[in-house]
């Protein structure tokens, strides 16, 4: 058995449903620590649920002024869902033709298993590498992110500490491992629109005021805006309705207000502040009585073309043959937070095909290409 598919193997036995870990960075700190790793273990959070960050970092050698490269990931996974539906038990790394099966096979204790023995590797034939490699990884980053890695970004902004370059280990292959990397990531903006009306009786509208009929113009409106063209890097921003809630549920009553929820995953030609007051205006113009509440999920982030993203694709056609394609596609990840302290931030990983999924499995013989890419990158990068 291979290191990469033993450790893989050892990282999926363990529970860490979000946000638990398991004792899977425990499990990395010990063999991190072993190669003359720095570790930092850092809790968050309240009692109960508590989350397990750990920052890991090996400097270059003495006398060197190298760069520093952060693989960053998450341990914890999402609920398995009804165990019943699992062809096995998630939580017991099974192969079957030529796939491993278990939860967070793909998203992410491959890429993180893949990182650590890439690093062994690499350590061991560059003893003396002048650049530095560090480990930041999370279990929250399944649930709401507000306690992982989001304020070890801000901890080591703090004490001072610069990254150069961060992989994140997401599964962003589509169809071959390495046929796609992600530079970059929209941002992602919510908004709960609650507009208010008179409830009343159904055959008396004209003492009723239906907040659903002064919300349909603005809906429409709304669907039909163009908020931006994008770029070279980023589709246009898009604005989608999530979900409409209202009415008493019976079928003679005018309801007295109605709830909206949407999403903005917004380019880097817009900003929340245009984009929440594009909203307003629209509002404004309807003279809608209503109430705004707004959340910022993230801002996007974006990596140019740059020694990063260029080390990565040739270590990939290198180890597959394969070139692979930039993209900013998906959804959100913890690069978002990374990209405020480091200036080159990629994403890349296995297959994302069954990600989530009941029967979440990765390919097996992907597993230690997986591992020469990211030794590779490290290569060209830090030697």
Known sequence: MSRTL????????????????????????????ALGFECH???????????????????GAAGTAGKLLAFAGHTDVVPTGP?????????VP?????????????????????????VEEFVAAAPAHPGSVAFLLT???EGPALDGTVKVCKWLAERGERLDYCIVGEPTSVERL??????????????RLRVIGVQGHIAYPQLAKNPIHTLAPVLAELVAMRWDNGNSYFPPTSWQVSNIHAGTGA???IPGDAVVDFNFRFSTESTPQSLQERVRAVLDRHDLKCELDWTLGGEPFLTPIGALSDALSAAILGATAVA??????????????????????????????????IDERVEVASLDPLKNIYRDTLMRLLT
């Open 6 to 33: 033993q450790l893989t193997e050892e990282l999926i036995s363990r529970r860490s449903v979000t946000p638990a870990d398991g004792g899977c960075q425990a499990l990395i700190r010990d063999r991190l620590a």
């Open 41 to 59: 273990m850092l809790e968050h959070g309240p009692d109960g649920a508590r989350v397990s960050n750990l920052w890991a970092v090996k400097r």
């Open 83 to 91: 165990l019943a539906a699992w062809t096995s038990d998630p939580f």
């Open 94 to 118: 099974t192969h079957r033709d030529g796939q491993l099966y278990g939860r967070g096979a793909a998203d992410m204790k491959t890429s993180i298993a893949a990182m650590v023995v890439a």
């Open 139 to 141: 279990s929250d980053e």
């Open 178 to 191: 390495g046929d796609m990397i992600k530079n970059g990531r929209r941002g992602t903006l919510s908004g």
């Open 251 to 253: 079928g003679n009553v």
């Open 324 to 357: 692979t394609q930039l993209s900013t596609t998906g959804g959100t990840s913890d690069g978002r937070f990374i990209a405020t302290i480091c200036p080159q931030v990629i994403e890349f990983g296995p297959l994302n095909a069954t990600i989530h999924k």
